[in-house]
T-cell receptor
Framework: GQNIDQPTEMTATEGAIVQINCTYQ??????LFWYQQHAGEAPTFLSY????GLEEKGRFSSFLSRSKGYSYLLLKELQMKDSASYLC?????????FGAGTQVVVTP | DTAVSQTPKYLVTQMGNDKSIKCEQN?????MYWYKQDSKKFLKIMFS???????INETVPNRFSPKSPDKAHLNLHINSLELGDSAVYFC???????????FGSGTRLTVV
């Protein structure tokens, strides 16, 4: 089985940086995914890590440490439109197992 | 063109009814999935199909029956609907098993 833990909610101001941590325990692993989900919409793909290290994509970066079962998503230069739920998901055994999501609230 | 499209977007029905949700992807992906997102926003896999073959069935009640007529389509039929079936159901596809998913826009099912 798998446990995927991430904080329930984080609040930050516009222009700031927020780091969303995700820890996981898994019996199989073929990648760590981050998705963004706005209220009432579908999850959209943000990033994917399969090797240890940092992947940077514009304002968003994701880090993975497989030995520690740990990942984070870093959101820089926060904008109001970044207010959403951010889902950490572990790929294993042909499926994605999702965490419960972290609701990020961006304030002016 | 919508990559993963599912219909209907909203479905309100009475307990005991049977309903279907349809999903189609035009990405040429080999794998399709059904996920359920409950009121607590927890997204959980129900089924996956790879090239029309059932790969994953995550202890879903047998009132739920997926059908994949070809690898571009995965439909979900639900018999004898119950109040607890109320949720948002997302269809998704990926190039291969367990890879990054593209999600459909979701079907909000409300059982009354």
């Amino acid at each position: 089985g798998q446990n995927i833990d991430q904080p329930t909610e984080m609040t930050a101001t516009e222009g700031a940086i927020v780091q969303i941590n995700c820890t996981y325990q898994t019996s199989g692993f073929n990648g760590l995914f981050w998705y963004q989900q706005h209220a009432g919409e579908a999850p959209t793909f943000l990033s994917y890590n399969v090797l240890d290290g940092l992947e940077e994509k514009g304002r968003f970066s994701s880090f993975l440490s497989r030995s520690k079962g740990y990942s984070y998503l870093l959101l820089k230069e926060l904008q109001m439109k970044d207010s959403a739920s951010y889902l950490c998901a572990v790929g294993s055994w042909g499926k994605l197992q999702f965490g419960a999501g972290t609701q990020v609230v961006v304030t002016p | 063109d919508t990559a993963v499209s599912q219909t209907p977007k909203y479905l309100v029905t009475q307990m005991g009814n049977d309903k279907s949700i349809k999903c189609e992807q035009n990405l040429g992906h080999d794998t399709m999935y059904w996920y359920k997102q409950d009121s607590k926003k927890f997204l959980k896999i129900m089924f996956s199909y790879n090239n029309k073959e059932l790969i994953i069935n995550e202890t879903v009640p047998n009132r739920f029956s997926p059908k994949s007529p070809d690898k571009a389509h995965l439909n979900l039929h639900i018999n004898s609907l119950e109040l607890g079936d109320s949720a948002v159901y997302f269809c998704a596809s990926s190039q291969d098993l367990g890879q990054g998913h593209t999600f459909g826009s979701g079907t909000r099912l409300t059982v009354v």
